[in-house]
């Protein structure tokens, strides 16, 4: 294996002409280094929040390999989204969080919510 991932359509901002909305798909990616004594499968807990209101949560195997780093991707699928707003997204571990994005789910015409929006570029 080549242990690269391509990432198309990364977005910050999702513009949306009408409420409620389901994203029919969705994906969280992370890596994580989990220090020198990390090793083997721990339990993770990932939460889905629309404006700090719980609307998915599942716990996450996490496998750390010997050199204790661990990728995680997750494929969602059916998010629920009311109201415009903060679209957080969110991995712990017992000991704390290691891991946090948050879309803006802006309200716009419907002629706004079909232009092309440039994703944001990560490095």
Do not use: W, Y
């Amino acid at each position: 294996t080549t242990n690269r991932l391509t990432i198309v359509n990364v977005m910050d901002v999702l513009p949306v002409s009408s409420f409620p909305l389901l994203i029919p798909n969705m994906c969280f990616i992370c890596s994580i280094e989990g220090g020198k004594d990390a090793e083997g499968m721990v339990k993770g807990f990932f939460q889905i929040l629309s404006n700090d209101v719980l609307v998915g949560a599942t716990d996450v195997p996490i496998n750390f390999t010997e050199n204790a780093l661990a990728r995680i991707v997750l494929n969602l699928q059916g998010i629920p989204v009311r109201n415009p707003g903060n679209l957080m997204c969110r991995l712990t571990l017992p000991s704390g969080l290691l891991a946090e994005t948050s879309i803006q789910v802006l309200s716009v015409g419907p002629k706004e919510a079909m232009q092309t929006i440039t994703p944001a570029t990560h490095s």
